[in-house]
């Protein structure tokens, strides 16, 4: 798997599991609402883990990366956090203890480490990250 097809994996994910709000990815242009919730998806490549040698299309590495979610929802009337918390814990759930694709025998993504930060207001918005730490292998 390379990077390119693990970013379409998540992707994949998450068209069609997550129907909650607008997401958008790190690099595309993008309005977000001025009064809906909306989530940035943003990967971050971490160093590898770890790399066999041999002939080309024989190596294997491990590939560490970082998806990051950034939920923005509309500050609440009560406790301007919680609307945007109960979105990032739903995103979390998507990934969290869950391969992608779950397809038996397919090489996939290894979601580790899953956290929910919360950010707080932006303007009009709250902000909670999700951070999903993972690794895929990837044959070269």
Same mark, same amino acid.
């Given at each position: 798997?390379?990077?390119? &097809?693990? #970013?379409?994996?998540?992707?994949? @994910?998450? &068209?069609?599991?997550?129907?909650?709000?607008?997401?958008?990815?790190?690099?595309? @242009?993008?309005?977000?609402?001025? =009064?809906?919730?909306?989530? @940035?998806?943003?990967?971050?490549?971490?160093?590898? %883990?770890?790399?066999?040698?041999?002939?080309?299309?024989?190596?294997?590495?491990?590939? *560490?990366? #970082?998806?990051?979610?950034?939920?923005?929802?509309?500050?609440?009337?009560? =406790?301007?956090?919680?609307?945007?918390? &109960?979105? *990032?814990?739903?995103?979390? *759930? #998507?990934? &969290?203890? %869950?391969?992608?694709?779950?397809?038996?025998?397919?090489?996939?993504?290894?979601?580790? =480490?899953?956290?929910? %930060?919360?950010?707080?207001?932006?303007?009009?918005?709250?902000?909670?990250?999700?951070?999903?730490?993972?690794?895929?292998?990837?044959?070269?």
């Amino acid at each position: 798997m390379t990077p390119v &097809e693990a #970013l379409q994996a998540i992707a994949a @994910r998450v &068209e069609a599991e997550w129907a909650a709000t607008v997401v958008t990815y790190d690099g595309q @242009r993008f309005d977000p609402p001025s =009064d809906a919730a909306w989530v @940035r998806i943003t990967i971050r490549d971490q160093p590898t %883990r770890k790399v066999t040698h041999g002939n080309i299309g024989a190596r294997q590495a491990t590939r *560490a990366a #970082l998806l990051i979610a950034q939920v923005f929802a509309p500050i609440g009337e009560v =406790d301007s956090s919680h609307p945007a918390l &109960e979105l *990032a814990e739903q995103f979390r *759930a #998507l990934f &969290e203890g %869950r391969d992608v694709p779950d397809t038996p025998g397919a090489e996939c993504i290894n979601f580790e =480490d899953a956290t929910v %930060r919360r950010i707080g207001a932006d303007g009009g918005f709250y902000q909670v990250n999700v951070n999903l730490t993972h690794t895929y292998p990837q044959t070269f």
